[in-house]
């Protein structure tokens, strides 16, 4: 069976999804591997080394695609590159199925499309999920985004000149990248405040040595906290205004402040309203992780760094993961692997996908030449 690696060609997009480690493992069990020339390079894999690995270079997309049966992807193939897949192949790649206008094309085209996002978070899927790795080295990196717009420091430092204090850092939102930006923010000497709709968070918040503010809850929103598997659930209008009031207060007085929340397939919640950006000091920094699905933060332009007419920055960069594309093409390359190796059949050496399988099934936005995807 042949695996097809083409290079990413939406702007920005410096991920690759298989690296030199990746693509051995594939020849080992049995696959012809076909990499396009420079696929990896904006993630420091060079052609040789995929080479090494026992890949053949292709010089076009053309010919990487048009005889894999399993192409492995970072972004949704776009109506130009349908027509180059083959037929019938099995697409890896991240659909964001809720806005993706191509569902129709791949279908026509016979894929199966794999949408990566939709892994269910259950524990045998964990090194399979791409959000979690993703989010993970977006949350570390987001805090690297705010250090350098930041005109002040992290740490406290006594000097002969006198001393200064440290930063101050809100993080609303401690899911995977929140908890890792409470970590980063910790780590480069900042105080950090944090809050989340999901109480279970408060003790994750301390661990790492950050404040909880805490967004008072009736018992039965606590019912309903405890009841969503993890993920968030719609908050009350009570809530809604209570969290405000702590917000206001909270990131009026940060200098530095990094949102995370995000509801899967839907617009992100707004959780910074622009008055209380408008009562930040100059010089402060915002990072709204959630720019992509809409922002948390009022005034978030994507993919660009606003400067507020109060001189506070907001940084609403989409693709985080591509600003550290070595390590987080690895770890995507390395999901990919652990979610084939399952559907890996040794007497054929091929991908047998199984589709009752409870990881498979979700993740089945297109196949047999029909839509199955839902829109919410
Ligand atoms: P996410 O990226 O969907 O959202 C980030 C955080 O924002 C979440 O913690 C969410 O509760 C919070 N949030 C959403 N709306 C909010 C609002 N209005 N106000 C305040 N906070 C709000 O979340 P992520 O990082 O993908 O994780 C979601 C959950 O899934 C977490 O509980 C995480 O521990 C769990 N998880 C479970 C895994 C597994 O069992 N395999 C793997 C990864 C995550």
Redesign the pocket.
């Known amino acids: 069976m042949q695996i097809g690696v083409p290079a990413e060609i939406l702007a920005g997009e410096t991920r690759v999804a298989a690296t030199p480690e990746t693509v051995k493992k594939f020849a080992s069990l049995g696959y012809k591997l076909v990499v396009q020339s420079g696929a990896g390079v904006k993630a420091s894999y060079f052609d040789q080394a995929y080479a090494e690995a026992g890949a053949t270079i292709a010089a076009t997309a053309a010919d990487t695609l048009k005889d894999a049966d399993l192409v492995l992807k970072i972004a949704a193939p776009t109506a130009e590159e349908v027509p180059l897949f083959k037929k019938g192949a099995v697409v890896l790649a991240t659909f964001a199925p809720h806005q993706n206008n191509n569902l129709e094309a791949y279908a026509a085209q016979g894929l199966t499309c794999v949408a990566m996002e939709l892994i269910p978070?259950?524990?045998r899927?964990?090194s399979s999920?791409i959000?979690?790795s993703q989010?993970n080295l977006a949350g570390y990196k987001a805090v690297l985004l705010a250090a350098n717009e930041y005109s002040g420091m992290f740490p406290m430092m006594m000097t002969a000149a006198g001393t200064i204090k440290p930063a101050r850092t809100v993080v609303?939102?401690?899911?995977?990248?929140?908890l890792q930006a409470i970590a980063t923010a910790k780590r480069l000497g900042s105080v950090v405040e944090a809050?989340?709709?999901?109480p279970v968070?408060k003790e994750q918040v301390e661990s790492l040595g950050g404040k909880w503010l805490d967004v008072p809850m009736s018992d039965e929103e606590k019912a309903k906290a405890l009841g969503t598997g993890?993920?968030?659930w719609q908050?009350s209008p009570e809530y809604i205004r209570d969290?405000a009031v702590i917000v206001d207060k909270a990131v009026s007085q940060a200098s530095v402040v990094i949102t995370?929340?995000?509801?899967?397939g839907r617009k992100a919640?707004v959780?910074v309203k622009a008055e209380t950006v408008a009562k930040m000091k100059p010089g402060s920094v915002i990072v709204d992780m959630a720019a992509a699905t809409g922002g948390n933060v009022e005034g978030t332009v994507a993919d660009q760094i606003v400067t507020t007419a109060n001189g506070v920055k907001i940084v609403g960069i989409t693709n985080i993961p591509a600003l550290v594309a070595t390590e987080a093409s690895a770890l995507y390359a390395r999901n990919m692997v652990n979610f084939l190796q399952p559907q890996h059949d040794k007497d054929t050496q091929s991908v047998k996908l199984k589709r009752d399988d409870e990881m498979v099934k979700p993740t089945l936005i297109v196949d047999g030449g029909a839509v199955l995807y839902v829109r919410k």
Request: charge should be neutral; charged fraction near 10%; proline fraction near 9%.
């Open positions: 978070r259950i524990t899927a964990q999920d959000l979690s989010a609303m939102g401690v899911g995977v990248a929140g809050t989340d709709l999901r968070a993890g993920y968030a908050p969290q995370t929340a995000q509801i899967p919640p959780l």
